[in-house]
């Protein structure tokens, strides 16, 4: 047997997602896990989306560790709950600690639902997990949720770290790095100043938005060009709150002469312009996603999104017209929404030259605005809480209804954005790809495009020829000379 750890960090299986699918590395693990190296602790990491269950419980008994910590999401987690209930029966001397999103939107629910989890931890964990390890008596230790003569009690709100230049980032010791993809996840800020009904991150990362400095987020990606990286992908919610500081940024890129690529997954249309695009696609940002959430002004005010369809389009406008790669999301089943709204949301999702979309099926989930909202409505039954599980968003029918459609309305147009989604991308690889040059005078009118490619989208044709496609971009890739 090996001596033993000190904590065995798991990241839950998500693998059943066929949306997306690819493992990616768990970056708030990466987080903990590098405050534990600096603090001196031993530790092993086991995500189960890379590794087995059999594989997890072979290491608990090699390792033997004082503790195990998992990140958990409300997605799925009744299959956490039953992989910590199995290795409690096995480990019971084991200490059993839980946090992320799901702990902190549920809290106490959550240990009362699952009797294997000795801690939770809510809110930000980097120091919580530090004092736990050290032995810190848990009724002393901020943001934690412990047991307690039969009961769940739970100690005062920790406060979120105010400066993350002070938080080392990830350098992902114990990970195994070649099983994941070569793009290398940075996270750049925590918290959410908004208030969107569907969204949990205030109370998960706080109302208050905090950025790491350009100066630190530069070090964290000359750190991973030296070892070899040349994309990345910034997962940040709100990556762009501080124009000033993604300027600076893609300034201290352009001057470092690092030649990468940078894709921004959160974006809100509001925080961008055209000068700030123009800085990051001259920095090497290739890809942005926009939360566009709905085409209708009324759907956006009733969302509390504080924004504009005139606002999102303007910034679609100039990331498509500048060369960008961009993808929109956007909800179907929000309170209030009738047919014309999502017809609204459709038209705007083919309007421009984006690369993808896609239609994200409104859940209510447990700790959001809209969950109370639904349990008012008489949509989801208060009395027991309903967690998703596999593809709950981007399913081919609906769980609910909402105040104005039914279930089955909403799945009827839940189709249609499949069908959408795939003759979006199916459009730009037209006008991107390989028809881009040889037919760019057919395919010019928009009228002659959207139709081709709302033909090409049917469910039984679009698998054939997206396979013919990737079949001649194969070849062509093949017969292009190498320089």
Same mark, same amino acid.
């Given at each position: 047997?090996?001596?033993?750890?000190?904590?065995?960090?798991?990241?839950?299986?998500?693998?059943?997602?066929?949306?997306? /699918?690819?493992?990616?590395?768990?970056?708030?693990?990466?987080?903990?896990?590098?405050?534990?190296?600096?603090?001196?602790?031993?530790?092993?990491?086991?995500?189960?989306?890379?590794?087995?269950?059999?594989?997890?419980?072979?290491?608990?008994?090699?390792?033997?560790?004082?503790?195990?910590?998992? /990140?958990?999401?409300?997605?799925?987690?009744?299959?956490?709950?039953?992989?910590?209930?199995?290795?409690?029966?096995?480990?019971?001397?084991?200490?059993?600690?839980?946090?992320?999103?799901?702990?902190?939107?549920?809290?106490?629910?959550?240990?009362?639902?699952?009797?294997?989890?000795?801690?939770?931890?809510?809110?930000?964990?980097?120091? /919580?997990?530090?004092?736990?390890?050290?032995?810190?008596?848990?009724?002393?230790?901020?943001?934690?949720?412990?047991?307690?003569?039969?009961?769940?009690?739970?100690?005062?709100?920790?406060?979120?770290?105010?400066?993350?230049?002070?938080?080392?980032?990830?350098?992902?010791?114990?990970?195994?790095?070649?099983?994941?993809?070569?793009?290398?996840?940075?996270?750049?800020?925590?918290?959410?100043?908004?208030?969107?009904?569907?969204?949990?991150?205030?109370?998960?990362?706080?109302?208050?938005?905090?950025?790491?400095?350009?100066?630190?987020?530069?070090?964290?990606?000359?750190?991973?060009?030296?070892?070899?990286?040349?994309?990345?992908?910034?997962?940040?919610?709100?990556?762009?709150?501080?124009?000033?500081?993604?300027?600076?940024?893609?300034?201290?890129?352009?001057?470092?002469?690092?030649?990468?690529?940078?894709?921004?997954?959160?974006?809100?249309?509001?925080?961008?312009?055209?000068?700030?695009?123009?800085?990051?696609?001259?920095?090497?940002?290739?890809?942005?996603?926009?939360?566009?959430?709905?085409?209708?002004?009324?759907?956006?005010?009733?969302?509390?999104?504080?924004?504009?369809?005139?606002?999102?389009?303007?910034?679609?406008?100039?990331?498509?017209?500048?060369?960008?790669?961009? /993808?929109?999301?956007?909800?179907?089943?929000?309170?209030?929404?009738?047919?014309?709204?999502?017809?609204?949301?459709?038209?705007?999702?083919?309007?421009?030259?984006?690369?993808?979309?896609?239609?994200?099926?409104?859940?209510?989930?447990?700790?959001?605005?809209?969950?109370?909202?639904?349990?008012?409505?008489?949509?989801?039954?208060?009395?027991?809480?309903?967690?998703?599980?596999?593809?709950?968003?981007?399913?081919?029918?609906?769980?609910?209804?909402?105040?104005?459609?039914?279930?089955?309305?909403?799945?009827?147009?839940?189709?249609?954005?499949?069908?959408?989604?795939?003759?979006?991308?199916?459009?730009?690889?037209?006008?991107?790809?390989?028809?881009?040059?040889?037919?760019?005078?057919?395919?010019?009118?928009?009228?002659?495009?959207?139709?081709?490619?709302?033909?090409?989208?049917?469910?039984?044709?679009?698998?054939?020829?997206?396979?013919?496609?990737?079949?001649?971009?194969?070849?062509?890739?093949?017969?292009?000379?190498?320089?």
């Amino acid at each position: 047997m090996n001596d033993p750890i000190d904590i065995l960090l798991v990241y839950p299986d998500f693998r059943s997602s066929n949306v997306f /699918s690819n493992p990616g590395l768990p970056v708030g693990l990466g987080f903990i896990a590098r405050s534990l190296k600096t603090a001196g602790f031993e530790y092993e990491v086991v995500d189960l989306n890379i590794d087995t269950k059999e594989y997890l419980m072979r290491r608990i008994s090699e390792t033997n560790p004082r503790f195990l910590g998992i /990140s958990m999401l409300s997605y799925r987690c009744k299959e956490s709950y039953e992989l910590l209930n199995t290795v409690k029966y096995h480990r019971p001397q084991m200490k059993v600690i839980a946090g992320g999103p799901h702990i902190t939107a549920n809290r106490e629910i959550a240990l009362m639902e699952c009797p294997a989890i000795d801690l939770g931890v809510f809110g930000e964990g980097d120091i /919580s997990i530090l004092e736990i390890v050290q032995g810190q008596p848990v009724d002393s230790i901020k943001g934690l949720l412990h047991r307690e003569a039969g009961t769940v009690r739970f100690s005062e709100q920790r406060e979120f770290i105010p400066n993350l230049d002070a938080v080392p980032f990830p350098t992902y010791d114990g990970f195994k790095l070649t099983k994941y993809s070569k793009t290398m996840p940075l996270h750049s800020s925590r918290g959410c100043p908004y208030h969107c009904i569907f969204c949990g991150a205030p109370k998960i990362l706080g109302k208050k938005w905090r950025g790491r400095s350009a100066k630190n987020m530069i070090e964290e990606v000359k750190y991973w060009y030296g070892k070899g990286y040349r994309n990345f992908y910034f997962s940040d919610s709100n990556f762009a709150v501080d124009k000033a500081r993604v300027a600076s940024f893609c300034e201290g890129i352009v001057k470092s002469e690092l030649h990468a690529c940078f894709v921004a997954d959160g974006l809100r249309a509001d925080h961008v312009d055209r000068k700030l695009l123009d800085k990051m696609r001259h920095a090497g940002f290739t890809d942005l996603t926009f939360g566009v959430e709905s085409g209708s002004n009324r759907i956006l005010q009733n969302l509390r999104k504080d924004e504009t369809r005139e606002d999102i389009e303007t910034a679609i406008a100039a990331a498509t017209d500048l060369g960008f790669n961009v /993808s929109l999301f956007f909800l179907i089943g929000s309170p209030g929404e009738n047919e014309t709204d999502i017809r609204q949301s459709f038209e705007l999702a083919t309007k421009y030259d984006v690369a993808r979309v896609y239609f994200f099926n409104l859940t209510p989930l447990p700790g959001t605005q809209v969950y109370d909202w639904a349990i008012e409505h008489g949509i989801v039954d208060g009395s027991e809480r309903r967690y998703p599980e596999e593809n709950f968003g981007f399913s081919k029918r609906a769980l609910f209804g909402t105040d104005v459609l039914t279930k089955d309305q909403i799945s009827h147009h839940i189709r249609i954005a499949r069908r959408v989604e795939r003759q979006v991308r199916f459009k730009y690889a037209l006008t991107k790809g390989l028809a881009a040059t040889k037919m760019k005078g057919f395919f010019s009118r928009k009228s002659t495009l959207d139709s081709i490619s709302w033909f090409a989208s049917n469910s039984i044709i679009a698998p054939v020829v997206m396979g013919l496609w990737n079949l001649a971009a194969l070849i062509k890739k093949k017969r292009t000379p190498h320089i």
